[in-house]
C-alpha cells in the first residue's frame, strides 16, 4: 500500500483499516443482527421471567432451570450476545502485527504521516514518528508517575477515549431484563474501557492508536448504517426458528442439560 498505492505510511494503516473492516463487515452485520433478535426477544419475554423470579426466589437452581424451558420454548438465545464481539476479536491478529511491526519496521522509523504536513509548523513534534507516541505537546522535563514516565501529552488515545465514550453511550444497545445491581456493573465495565484502554495505549506506537482510533470512526459509521437495516428487519422469532439453534445456542443448552443432570444426581445421592 505504502510503495504502490498511497505512499504514505499513516494512509497505509487508514486504507488497512478499511480493507479489514471491509472483510469483516459480514461478521459484524450478522453478530448486530443476532444482538438485536436477543434483546427483542428477551424484552418480550420480561414479565414472564420476572414472574419466574418471583415464583422461585428461594430456589435458584428451579428457576434456572424454569428460564432455561423458556428460552427453548420461545426460541431465544441467551448467549446470542457474545457474538458482537467477534469482530474485535478478528482484528486481534492484525493489531498484535502491526504492533510488532510499527516497534521492529525499520522502514517505518522516523517517518513523519500525512506527508509530513504537522513539521511544516516550526518543526512541531506531533506525529513525527509513527514508532513513537505522538507528542502534541512535549514536555521539556519528563513526569515521574511512577508506572511510567510521561513526557509529553498525546492526542490520539485522547481522542480515543472520546470516541469510545461516544461508542459505549449512543451505539451500545440496552439489554433489557437486568437488575438495579447489573445494570450499575455494566456501567462499570464501559466507563472501565473508556478510561482504561486509552491509558493503555497511551505510550504505545501512535501508528496503532491511529489504526484502532480509525476503525473505532469506521465503525460507528458502520454500526448506524447497520442498524437503520436492522431496524427494518422483522427480528421476532418464529415457530420454525426455533428448531434452529447456532453455535453458541446449542452449547448453552448443552451446558443446562448437564447442569441439570449433575442436580438430579446430588439429589438422588
Same mark, same amino acid.
Given at each position: 500500500?505504502?510503495?504502490?498505492?498511497?505512499?504514505?505510511?499513516?494512509?497505509?494503516?487508514?486504507?488497512?483499516?478499511?480493507?479489514?473492516?471491509?472483510?469483516?463487515?459480514?461478521?459484524?452485520?450478522?453478530?448486530?443482527? !443476532?444482538?438485536?433478535?436477543? /434483546?427483542?426477544?428477551?424484552?418480550?419475554?420480561?414479565? @414472564?421471567?420476572? #414472574?419466574? =423470579? *418471583?415464583?422461585?426466589?428461594?430456589?435458584?437452581?428451579?428457576?434456572?432451570?424454569?428460564?432455561?424451558?423458556?428460552?427453548?420454548?420461545?426460541?431465544?438465545?441467551?448467549?446470542?450476545?457474545?457474538?458482537?464481539?467477534?469482530?474485535?476479536?478478528?482484528?486481534?491478529?492484525?493489531?498484535?502485527?502491526?504492533?510488532?511491526?510499527?516497534?521492529?519496521?525499520?522502514?517505518?522509523?522516523?517517518?513523519?504521516?500525512?506527508?509530513?504536513?504537522?513539521?511544516?509548523?516550526?518543526?512541531?513534534?506531533?506525529?513525527?514518528?509513527?514508532?513513537?507516541?505522538?507528542?502534541?505537546?512535549?514536555?521539556?522535563?519528563?513526569?515521574?508517575?511512577?508506572?511510567?514516565?510521561?513526557?509529553?501529552?498525546?492526542?490520539?488515545?485522547?481522542?480515543?477515549?472520546?470516541?469510545?465514550?461516544? !461508542?459505549?453511550?449512543?451505539? /451500545?444497545?440496552?439489554?433489557?431484563?437486568?437488575?438495579? @445491581?447489573?445494570? #450499575?456493573? =455494566? *456501567?462499570?465495565?464501559?466507563?472501565?474501557?473508556?478510561?482504561?484502554?486509552?491509558?493503555?495505549?497511551?505510550?504505545?506506537?501512535?501508528?496503532?492508536?491511529?489504526?484502532?482510533?480509525?476503525?473505532?470512526?469506521?465503525?460507528?459509521?458502520?454500526?448506524?448504517?447497520?442498524?437503520?437495516?436492522?431496524?427494518?428487519?422483522?427480528?421476532?422469532?418464529?415457530?420454525?426458528?426455533?428448531?434452529?439453534?447456532?453455535?453458541?445456542?446449542?452449547?448453552?443448552?448443552?451446558?443446562?442439560?448437564?447442569?441439570?443432570?449433575?442436580?438430579?444426581?446430588?439429589?438422588?445421592?
Amino acid at each position: 500500500l505504502h510503495d504502490w498505492v498511497v505512499f504514505d505510511w499513516s494512509l497505509a494503516i487508514i486504507v488497512l483499516v478499511i480493507l479489514v473492516r471491509t472483510a469483516l463487515h459480514p461478521v459484524t452485520r450478522y453478530s448486530q443482527i !443476532q444482538m438485536a433478535r436477543v /434483546t427483542k426477544g428477551m424484552a418480550s419475554i420480561k414479565p @414472564e421471567l420476572e #414472574a419466574l =423470579q *418471583k415464583r422461585y426466589a428461594g430456589d435458584p437452581k428451579k428457576m434456572q432451570s424454569e428460564q432455561m424451558r423458556l428460552y427453548r420454548e420461545k426460541g431465544i438465545n441467551p448467549v446470542g450476545c457474545v457474538g458482537g464481539m467477534l469482530p474485535t476479536f478478528a482484528q486481534m491478529p492484525i493489531w498484535m502485527a502491526l504492533y510488532a511491526v510499527l516497534y521492529f519496521a525499520f522502514p517505518l522509523r522516523h517517518q513523519a504521516p500525512f506527508f509530513g504536513v504537522f513539521q511544516s509548523f516550526g518543526d512541531w513534534a506531533f506525529l513525527a514518528d509513527l514508532s513513537a507516541q505522538d507528542n502534541f505537546i512535549r514536555f521539556a522535563e519528563p513526569l515521574n508517575l511512577f508506572l511510567f514516565n510521561l513526557s509529553s501529552i498525546n492526542l490520539l488515545p485522547i481522542l480515543m477515549g472520546i470516541v469510545f465514550w461516544f !461508542q459505549q453511550q449512543y451505539m /451500545t444497545p440496552p439489554t433489557p431484563n437486568m437488575s438495579e @445491581e447489573q445494570i #450499575a456493573q =455494566q *456501567k462499570m465495565m464501559k466507563w472501565m474501557m473508556v478510561l482504561m484502554f486509552p491509558i493503555m495505549m497511551y505510550v504505545v506506537p501512535s501508528g496503532l492508536t491511529l489504526y484502532i482510533l480509525t476503525s473505532t470512526c469506521i465503525g460507528i459509521v458502520e454500526g448506524r448504517i447497520i442498524k437503520k437495516q436492522v431496524d427494518a428487519m422483522d427480528l421476532t422469532v418464529k415457530p420454525s426458528q426455533k428448531k434452529k439453534k447456532d453455535f453458541l445456542g446449542r452449547m448453552y443448552e448443552e451446558a443446562m442439560k448437564r447442569a441439570e443432570q449433575r442436580q438430579q444426581q446430588q439429589n438422588r445421592k
